[in-house]
T-cell receptor, first 115, second 116 residues
Framework: EPEVTQTPSHQVTQMGQEVILRCVPI?????FYWYRQILGQKVEFLVS????????KSEIFDDQFSVERPDGSNFTLKIRSTKLEDSAMYFC?????????????FGPGTRLLVL | AQTVTQSQPEMSVQEAETVTLSCTYD???????LFWYKQPPSRQMILVIR??????QNATENRFSVNFQKAAKSFSLKISDSQLGDTAMYFC?????????????FGKGTKLSVKP
């Protein structure tokens, strides 16, 4: 069964450094998402992406964040200058072979720790 | 803005018994989707079950079923014949049908422990 994959599974970085989190959505899905989960808290929406552009973003997704689909398979989240409060689990999800109202399938997550 | 509330931070159940997890939500929309996701200790988010608001029939998936009460804005999950592998965080989630591109709004989760 196809699944969403994410790399790396864990990343440790110094405050102020740039990080890129990578995701490979399910093949032929059209909609891509990033969510984050700070330890012990609920999952929060960051951004959705469709047709090579951002569809919607939350207030969390400020100028230090960016997303990109550099090729036909990868979907990346870049944090330009990491802060301590960016430490969280980051989940990628994809959906929508035919429309966005389909179930979102999540990857296993990347645990980011900012020191 | 839509909100999702899970009022039970933690629950436990004996193996083979039945447990019900509660979820309420607030929306002014008429068309939407509701989901239950499971997050085991491995932290991966796994879809358990999905319900379309326009469907009156409650969704079922093997041992998992929901009680969807649209007027009351309630969406509870019933797990029958609980198994040790059901131990996980369970998140209720809402997705609007129209307007935005389908971001999920999650509740804070219920930690379920299945005891042998």
């Amino acid at each position: 069964e196809p699944e969403v994959t994410q790399t790396p599974s864990h990343q440790v970085t110094q405050m102020g450094q740039e990080v890129i989190l990578r995701c490979v959505p399910i093949s032929n899905h059209l909609y891509f998402y990033w969510y984050r989960q700070i330890l012990g808290q609920k999952v929060e929406f960051l951004v959705s992406f469709y047709n090579n552009e951002i569809s919607e973003k939350s207030e969390i997704f400020d100028d230090q964040f960016s997303v990109e689909r550099p090729d036909g398979s990868n979907f990346t989240l870049k944090i330009r200058s990491t802060k301590l409060e960016d430490s969280a689990m980051y989940f990628c999800a994809s959906s929508g072979k035919t429309g966005r109202q389909e179930t979102q399938y999540f990857g296993p997550g990347t645990r980011l720790l900012v020191l | 803005a839509q909100t999702v509330t899970q009022s039970q931070p933690e629950m436990s159940v004996q193996e083979a018994e039945t447990v019900t997890l509660s979820c309420t939500y607030d929306t002014s929309e008429n068309n939407y989707y509701l989901f239950w996701y499971k997050q085991p200790p491995s932290r991966q988010m796994i879809l358990v079950i999905r319900q379309e608001a326009y469907k009156q029939q409650n969704a079922t998936e093997n041992r998992f079923s929901v009680n969807f009460q649209k007027a009351a804005k309630s969406f509870s999950l019933k797990i029958s014949d609980s198994q040790l592998g059901d131990t996980a965080m369970y998140f209720c989630a809402f997705m609007n049908y129209g307007g935005s591109q389908g971001n999920l709004i999650f509740g804070k989760g219920t930690k379920l422990s299945v005891k042998p």
